[in-house]
Nanobody, 120 residues
Framework: QVRLVESGGGLVQPGGSLRLSCAASGNIARINRMGWYRRAPGKERELVALITSDGITNYADSVKGRFTIYRDNAKNTVYLQMNSLKPEDTAVYYC??????????????WGQGTQVTVSS
């Protein structure tokens, strides 16, 4: 069984920063792609950032230059450093991970979500 534990959300003023983290645990053989998505009120869930096992990153245009995704493979953890936050970044942020457990085929997993609110 896989567990994804997210942390780091909260309330921040415009222009501020937050760092989200997502730690995967379980009988994990290999973690491939890791990423963050978000769902703002009244909107569809959208991709924020992805990082491959080789460290290749991809960002939504709306966050390029402000957000940075990185991972610590020794800790099975992915991070999202969010700087210069804007009110339109307000959303529930979800961690998403492609991984393989020992003895099983690769699968995709979601975290429980963490609320980020940008407001003065």
């Amino acid at each position: 069984q896989v567990r994804l534990v997210e942390s780091g959300g909260g309330l921040v003023q415009p222009g501020g920063s937050l760092r989200l983290s997502c730690a995967a645990s379980g009988n994990i053989a290999r973690i491939n792609r890791m990423g963050w998505y978000r769902r703002a009120p009244g909107k569809e869930r959208e991709l924020v950032a992805l990082i491959t096992s080789d460290g290749i990153t991809n960002y939504a245009d709306s966050v390029k230059g402000r957000f940075t995704i990185y991972r610590d493979n020794a800790k099975n953890t992915v991070y999202l450093q969010m700087n210069s936050l804007k009110p339109e970044d307000t959303a529930v942020y979800y961690c998403n991970v492609d991984l393989r457990l020992y003895g099983l085929a690769p699968n995709n997993y979601w975290g429980q979500g963490t609320q980020v609110t940008v407001s003065s």
